[in-house]
Structures are given as structure tokens and as C-alpha cells.
């Protein structure tokens, strides 16, 4: 027997009976950051564009629902919402070079909050010491990746931003494949 700490037993037990979820998770974000470190101006555009689609979809949603409750004494404020978020959608959608920069800096704030979660995270699982430093790397890559971001704005948007969230995903992804090893 060592004198390891161990897992409670029922964090362990949670933790193996997702194991093969957060196995396929780990390899999944293994994969797509690996791709993502080999195509960083690629990745960049896609998370640019997707997005892009996502407040199309949302501020359309939302103009919908502002046409739908024109009585309603918000219905304008809440139209202009929509409209605002398609302006935005269509923006980053349709034109793949513009906005990289203020993408790059809201993506270093995400970074900087994983960070800070993961961190937490850390704090939880250390007691039981196998596989918690993997933990602590990947939340010190989030915090040293969103503080790398903001440093290199504006010249490094172009390529950052697609490097950085390929790291961000290969971290992530072997902290998910050594959490299925803590539990046994």
C-alpha cells in the first residue's frame, strides 16, 4: 500500500462510471487541437465563422420574437438586439479576415476564466494526487495562453488565435484521459 491520498469513493466512482465518456472526450479534444496547431490560420476562421452563424441564428430568434410581442412595451429595445447580433453574425460569417482581432481577445478572456476553473478543479482533486498535476498544467496553459494572446494583439491575431485554442484543446483533452486514470 503507498500512502498516496486516494479518491473519495465517490468522486472515483462517478469519474469510472463516465469513463468511456470522458475518454472519447479526451481523445476527441486531443484531435481537433492537433489539427488546429497544424492549421492555425484555418481554425482561427472557422471559430471566427461559427460564431459568425451562431448570432445569425440568434439575433434572427430574437428579432423573430420582437416582431411576435410588438405589444409588448420592450418589443423595439429587444428588435434592435436582433438586429445588432445579425449585424455581427454577418459580419464575422460572411467576411473570414475581419474581426480575428477582437475574437483573439475574447478568446484570451475564456482562457483566463478556464484557467481560473480548472484551477478549482485542481484544488478539488489534488488530495488524491495521481493525475491531479495534469490538472494544474492544464490550468496554468489556459491562463499562460489567454495572457500570451492579449500580450501579442494585434500582429499575432491572424495565426494565435488558431494555435492557441489548438494547446488549449490538446490540454484539455489529456487532463479528461489522465481524470479516467485517477479513478482506477
Known sequence: MTDRP???EDLRAAIAEHRGRFTFLGWAL????????????VASIAAKVLIGWLLLLSGAIVLYSAFQARRWRSALATG???VLQIAAGVYLAFFPLTGLIGLTFLMAIL?????VMEL????????AGRGAGWLLFSAICSVALGVLLILGLPGTALWALGLMLGINLLSSGVSFLTLTRMAG
Open 6 to 8: 486516494t479518491l473519495p
Open 30 to 41: 486531443i484531435v481537433l487541437g492537433v489539427l488546429a496547431i497544424l492549421f492555425p490560420l
Open 80 to 82: 434592435a438586439i436582433g
Open 111 to 115: 482562457f483566463l476564466a478556464q484557467g
Open 120 to 127: 478549482m478543479l485542481w484544488n478539488q482533486h489534488r488530495p
